[in-house]
């Protein structure tokens, strides 16, 4: 796994910044998903990236790119074949991109509905952390 003294920030975009979610020991989880996926999946991870990083606030996505998938807690994926990446906005003008799945069938199953409420207590914890400091080292904020 990734550590925290690697950089987690993805993209740096027009009106977002992009980061993976880091655990607080440090672990960056995601990074196991990106760097499995073949070279071709990367790269259209990092282009779905770009154009969301780069996109005013407001701006509607397609739903095969980028789709609403818990309403009460935020959480969209980021949609690239059957590769899901799970994220949530934050203050500020981040994305924050929490972890990963593959959708089995057209409907939600019960693995990738695991993977959605793992998003959301991903997201209460990066909140909670940022609220009390403890997420971004001096100067990363």
Known sequence: MKRIDEDFLIYDGEHFEIEFYYEEDGEISIWDDFVSLSE????????????????KPGVIHPKT??????????????????????????D??????TNAYKKQTQKNGKREIAQIKKASKMKLD??????????YLEGED
């Open 40 to 55: 071709k999946d990367q790269l259209a991870l990092l282009v779905r990236l770009g154009k969301l990083g780069d996109s």
């Open 65 to 90: 790119m980028f789709n609403l998938e818990d309403d009460k807690n935020k959480i969209w994926a980021i949609k690239f074949g059957s590769n899901r990446f799970c994220s949530f906005f934050y």
């Open 92 to 97: 500020g003008g981040k994305i924050i991109i």
């Open 126 to 135: 990066y909140e909670k952390r940022v609220k009390k400091n403890d997420y």
